[in-house]
């Protein structure tokens, strides 16, 4: 890369939903409030797990971990757009740009991975029942979270350090809520043909391997439900992973809408507002698709609020 006076960029400018005044309170109460939810909702699933010992299962723990990646998801892009909307300022700086692509992309890539390796979870529970404590011990829980943020952390850093490389010209507008990477990598002025190589091979290789991951467990467990001769026996393997189902095919059918909103038009307009859908309701949606049907989390948030409760000095008065 050749240097010059492009080099020394102060920030970018995010552009918003929308230009209007009058739009920006609607707007900033929408996201404050999905945010709150976000967190609120994430937190008390965390809370769940850790307080009740009967919950300290492989799939909770799986679960905990996602709740935790899912605020530090949308804790990366929401409050600064918030604050920008607060300020009525658009700007980042280029450092806090960087930041936050390196953030985003390691919550991003690390929701896929834990969604993974939760299908593998589910697939030993229906199908190798009776070697489930063995296989599932907490070696290897552990080590399957640790890998996956060892690998994940590689990625980000990767992706960060190849935008570093970039030169960008005059500019600076960002058509997104957050800096996201490819739009980076088309505002840029330099050769980006490194980047996009590397960015679509990540995408391929993160994206891709764990969907395939996810698409066998899935194909093995519909086969094992299958094989089960009772209805009953057939209800209650399918429950044990209906949530999750219903996480996995909301966090992919939304990626997989954001990529045709962007391939079937050239507004990013529209793909920011696509977007929306699964970096903010994804994981704003995913605390009450785990609670709402789980008689477990339920119980451990009441046993909890009502241990609080009688603990409380004040109570007794």
Same mark, same amino acid.
Request: glycine share 4%; proline share 4%; hydrophobic share 45%.
């Given at each position: 890369?050749?240097?010059?006076?492009?080099?020394?960029?102060?920030?970018?400018?995010?552009?918003?939903?929308?230009?209007?005044?009058?739009?920006?309170?609607?707007?900033?109460?929408?996201?404050?409030?999905?945010?709150?939810?976000?967190?609120?909702?994430?937190?008390?699933?965390?809370?769940?797990?850790?307080?009740?010992?009967?919950?300290? %299962?492989?799939?909770?723990?799986?679960?905990?971990?996602?709740?935790?990646?899912?605020? *530090? &998801?949308?804790? !990366? @892009?929401?409050?600064?757009?918030?604050?920008?909307?607060?300020?009525?300022?658009?700007?980042? %700086?280029?450092?806090?740009?960087?930041?936050?692509?390196?953030?985003? @992309?390691?919550? =991003?890539?690390?929701?896929?991975?834990?969604? @993974?390796?939760? =299908?593998?979870?589910?697939?030993? =529970?229906?199908?190798?029942?009776?070697?489930?404590?063995?296989?599932?011990?907490? +070696?290897? $829980? #552990?080590?399957?979270?640790?890998?996956?943020?060892?690998? *994940?952390?590689?990625?980000?850093?990767?992706?960060?350090? /190849?935008?570093? +490389?970039?030169?960008? *010209?005059?500019?600076?507008?960002?058509?997104?809520?957050?800096?996201?990477?490819?739009?980076?990598?088309?505002?840029? $002025?330099?050769?980006?043909?490194?980047?996009? /190589?590397?960015?679509?091979?990540?995408?391929?290789?993160?994206?891709?391997?764990?969907?395939?991951?996810?698409?066998?467990?899935?194909?093995?467990?519909?086969? $094992?439900?299958?094989?089960?001769?009772? #209805?009953?026996?057939?209800?209650?393997?399918?429950? %044990? *992973?209906?949530?999750?189902?219903?996480?996995?095919?909301? &966090?992919?059918? !939304? /990626?997989?809408?954001?990529?045709?909103?962007?391939?079937?038009?050239?507004?990013?307009?529209?793909?920011? @507002?696509?977007?929306?859908?699964?970096?903010?309701?994804?994981?704003?949606?995913?605390?009450?698709?785990?609670?709402? +049907?789980?008689?477990?989390?339920?119980?451990?948030?009441? #046993?909890?609020?009502?241990?609080? !409760?009688?603990?409380?000095?004040?109570?007794?008065?």
């Amino acid at each position: 890369m050749q240097p010059g006076n492009d080099t020394w960029i102060s920030g970018f400018l995010l552009l918003r939903f929308s230009e209007e005044p009058e739009v920006q309170p609607l707007i900033f109460g929408l996201f404050l409030s999905m945010y709150l939810i976000t967190v609120f909702g994430n937190l008390l699933i965390i809370l769940a797990v850790s307080s009740d010992p009967d919950l300290h %299962t492989p799939m909770y723990f799986f679960l905990s971990n996602l709740s935790f990646v899912d605020i *530090c &998801f949308t804790s !990366t @892009t929401i409050p600064k757009m918030l604050w920008n909307i607060q300020t009525q300022n658009k700007g980042i %700086t280029y450092e806090g740009c960087i930041t936050q692509i390196y953030f985003f @992309t390691l919550s =991003a890539v690390l929701d896929i991975f834990l969604l @993974t390796v939760m =299908a593998y979870d589910r697939f030993v =529970a229906i199908c190798h029942p009776l070697h489930y404590t063995i296989i599932m011990n907490p +070696r290897l $829980c #552990a080590l399957l979270v640790l890998m996956s943020w060892i690998i *994940c952390l590689l990625n980000s850093l990767l992706q960060s350090l /190849m935008v570093l +490389r970039l030169s960008f *010209c005059t500019n600076l507008k960002i058509p997104h809520f957050f800096c996201e990477l490819n739009q980076m990598i088309q505002l840029a $002025c330099s050769d980006t043909f490194l980047n996009n /190589m590397v960015m679509y091979f990540a995408a391929v290789l993160m994206g891709g391997g764990p969907f395939t991951g996810v698409l066998y467990s899935y194909s093995k467990i519909v086969s $094992c439900i299958c094989g089960i001769s009772s #209805a009953q026996g057939k209800y209650k393997a399918f429950s %044990t *992973c209906a949530s999750h189902l219903s996480v996995v095919s909301l &966090f992919y059918c !939304t /990626m997989l809408g954001v990529y045709l909103s962007s391939a079937g038009t050239h507004s990013s307009h529209s793909s920011a @507002t696509a977007s929306v859908m699964y970096t903010v309701v994804t994981p704003m949606v995913n605390p009450f698709i785990y609670s709402l +049907r789980n008689k477990d989390i339920k119980r451990a948030l009441q #046993a909890f609020f009502v241990k609080q !409760t009688t603990n409380d000095p004040l109570s007794k008065y």
